[in-house]
């Protein structure tokens, strides 16, 4: 069953009050005989009263005529400005706030007006109380639309700000995404490879060379164990855990040594400037990079040495990885650790170079500025 909106509901309570108000006036005036005007006006103004949401402007205009021509002709004095009060507000209401106005101010003109000779249907008091409820009716109806037009316009700020909310949480979400996919290729990429590298060596010197491959082992377990740590410490951070346990070191600059010997390889190392002056960040990206450029060299160049150089220079944190290594064709690194090694120096306004060198080999170069952490 279809339930009645509450602007009928009111209109037929409107209605009703109306023409019941208009019946009890001949029981108490009985020496008045209705005539047509009393039973046809009060029916038109409320057909305009059904009217008014769906036609405002139309519905007003018929009302106030018909209520313009009730008192003067029609022999009950019947509470039909009711009627007229409801149209206006609605006119109002809904947004036609002048044309509410002037018609308001015809009526009571235009009653004024008809007033002033003849007989007089409205006393002075009853005519300035229909002018105060006249103006009320209007300025309610201007009053209530001003604070749906506010309501929607502060709704809709809520949601564009849980909009906006909503966009963040997801720009950032998916850079910390990023962030953990770098972190874990970086910290288990390197270790896995050497795993890799040390077991092959292991295999091919098992029964001719036992002491390399015995070498190859430890190397391995040290390279797992490494990494088993890492990853506990990674996956620690990532379920919040308390500020105050232990984690492991990070990698550093001041872990050089550490990054050296977990690569496996024969690294050249040089260092220049004061390396332990860096900023944090700038400290973890550049120990990243150069855990990534030699692993890069262990997996991919066929190299077993490597050149490493670390420089502090105007302001900048200068590192170039080399090798001599056959290698394979460099295509323009769209690997994860290539891409991976250029977002971390970008991510701090630095820059990075990777490609062939041209006597052979490949090279790393990285520039990342001391103060320009973003």
Same mark, same amino acid.
């Given at each position: 069953?279809?339930?009645?909106?509450?602007?009928?509901?009111?209109?037929?309570?409107?209605?009703?009050?109306?023409?019941?108000?208009?019946?009890?006036?001949?029981?108490?005036?009985?020496?008045?005989?209705?005539?047509?005007?009393?039973?046809?006006?009060?029916?038109?103004?409320?057909?305009?009263?059904?009217?008014?949401?769906?036609?405002?402007?139309?519905?007003?205009?018929?009302?106030?005529?018909?209520?313009?021509?009730?008192?003067?002709?029609?022999?009950?004095?019947?509470?039909?400005?009711?009627?007229?009060?409801?149209?206006?507000?609605?006119?109002?209401?809904?947004?036609?706030?002048?044309?509410?106005?002037?018609?308001?101010?015809?009526?009571?003109?235009?009653?004024?007006?008809?007033?002033?000779?003849?007989?007089?249907?409205?006393?002075?008091?009853?005519?300035?109380?229909?002018?105060?409820?006249?103006?009320?009716?209007?300025?309610?109806?201007?009053?209530?639309?001003?604070? !749906?037009?506010?309501?929607?316009?502060?709704?809709?700020?809520?949601?564009?700000?849980?909009?906006?909310?909503?966009?963040?949480?997801?720009?950032?979400?998916?850079?910390?995404?990023?962030?953990?996919?770098?972190?874990?290729?970086?910290?288990?990429?390197?270790?896995?490879?050497?795993?890799?590298?040390?077991?092959?060596?292991?295999?091919?010197?098992?029964?001719?060379?036992? /002491?390399?491959?015995?070498?190859?082992?430890?190397?391995?377990?040290?390279?797992?164990?490494?990494?088993?740590?890492?990853? !506990?410490?990674?996956?620690?951070?990532?379920?919040?855990?308390?500020?105050?346990?232990?984690?492991?070191?990070?990698?550093?600059?001041?872990?050089?040594?550490?990054?050296?010997?977990?690569?496996?390889?024969?690294?050249?190392?040089?260092?220049?400037?004061?390396?332990?002056?860096?900023?944090?960040?700038?400290?973890?990206?550049?120990?990243?990079?150069?855990?990534?450029?030699?692993?890069?060299?262990?997996?991919?160049?066929?190299? /077993?040495?490597?050149?490493?150089?670390?420089?502090?220079?105007?302001?900048?944190?200068?590192?170039?990885?080399?090798?001599?290594?056959?290698?394979?064709?460099?295509?323009?690194?769209?690997?994860?650790?290539?891409?991976?090694?250029?977002?971390?120096?970008?991510?701090?306004?630095?820059?990075?170079?990777?490609?062939?060198?041209?006597?052979?080999?490949?090279?790393?170069?990285?520039?990342?500025?001391?103060?320009?952490?973003?």
């Amino acid at each position: 069953m279809r339930r009645l909106s509450a602007s009928t509901i009111v209109s037929v309570a409107v209605i009703i009050v109306t023409l019941a108000g208009t019946v009890a006036t001949s029981f108490f005036q009985p020496a008045l005989t209705p005539n047509a005007l009393d039973i046809v006006l009060p029916l038109v103004a409320s057909a305009g009263v059904l009217a008014r949401r769906r036609y405002p402007v139309v519905a007003m205009i018929v009302v106030l005529a018909t209520v313009a021509f009730y008192y003067p002709f029609a022999r009950l004095d019947g509470p039909i400005l009711i009627m007229a009060f409801v149209v206006l507000y609605t006119a109002a209401d809904l947004g036609h706030l002048i044309a509410a106005i002037a018609a308001g101010a015809t009526t009571m003109l235009a009653m004024g007006l008809g007033e002033t000779g003849g007989t007089r249907h409205v006393d002075d008091s009853m005519f300035i109380m229909i002018t105060g409820w006249v103006v009320a009716a209007v300025a309610g109806g201007g009053v209530t639309r001003n604070r !749906r037009a506010y309501l929607r316009e502060a709704e809709q700020r809520v949601l564009d700000a849980l909009r906006g909310k909503e966009e963040e949480a997801r720009r950032r979400a998916g850079e910390e995404r990023l962030r953990i996919a770098r972190e874990l290729h970086d910290l288990l990429g390197h270790n896995i490879s050497m795993i890799n590298v040390q077991a092959a060596a292991a295999l091919h010197g098992l029964k001719k060379r036992p /002491d390399d491959a015995e070498a190859a082992l430890r190397a391995i377990k040290e390279a797992s164990k490494e990494t088993l740590r890492e990853l !506990r410490t990674t996956l620690g951070v990532l379920r919040q855990v308390d500020e105050d346990a232990p984690t492991a070191p990070a990698d550093s600059l001041a872990r050089m040594e550490a990054l050296v010997t977990a690569s496996g390889l024969d690294v050249r190392t040089e260092l220049s400037g004061r390396l332990d002056e860096v900023p944090a960040e700038v400290d973890l990206a550049a120990a990243r990079i150069i855990r990534e450029a030699l692993t890069n060299v262990s997996r991919h160049s066929g190299a /077993d040495t490597a050149r490493l150089t670390v420089t502090h220079e105007s302001g900048h944190i200068v590192i170039r990885v080399e090798d001599d290594g056959p290698g394979a064709t460099f295509t323009g690194g769209t690997g994860f650790g290539l891409q991976g090694m250029r977002e971390r120096a970008t991510a701090l306004g630095g820059t990075l170079e990777a490609g062939p060198r041209p006597d052979g080999g490949f090279h790393v170069v990285a520039h990342l500025p001391l103060n320009g952490v973003r």
